[in-house]
């Protein structure tokens, strides 16, 4: 079991900055992808970062260049560095965990989710 609590989401104007951060706890002795993922209404649930036990990062194509996802591994937290925000990314924001281990943006391959944090970006 792990546990995924996010947080720092809030409002900010086009071209602002807000940095996510998700505070994992639980069974972390095992092997996990942790990704960013965001929901906003009308839309599917859309895949944002991936990062794996080594680093290893992908991005969706919205947010190449702008958003930067990273782990601190000493303090369980991931975190998901936002620039140059547009309205189009306002959203509910979560984390999620997989234990299937395939590296990629898909929901239904991750078996761990946090309550999500809003970012509403003001054009």
């Known amino acids: 079991q792990v546990q995924l609590v ?11 900055s ?4 998700c505070a994992i706890s639980g069974n972390i002795s095992r092997r996990y992808y942790i ?6 209404p009308g ?6 970062a991936i990062i794996d036990n080594f ?6 194509d919205s947010v190449k260049g702008r958003f930067t996802i990273s782990k601190d591994n000493a303090e369980n937290i991931l975190y998901l560095q936002m620039n140059s925000l547009k ?6 924001y979560y984390c999620a ?3 299937y281990l395939i590296f990629d943006l898909r929901p239904s ?12 970006v003001s054009s």
């Open 87 to 92: 309205p189009e990314d306002t959203a509910m």
């Open 55 to 60: 680093g290893t990062t992908r991005y969706a």
């Open 97 to 99: 965990a997989s234990s």
């Open 109 to 120: 391959n991750y078996n761990y989710w946090g309550q999500g944090t809003q970012v509403t």
């Open 18 to 21: 807000l940095r996510l951060s």
């Open 35 to 40: 990704a960013w993922f965001r929901l906003a």
């Open 6 to 16: 996010e947080s720092g989401g809030g409002s900010v104007q086009a071209g602002g």
């Open 43 to 48: 839309n599917e649930r859309e895949g944002v």
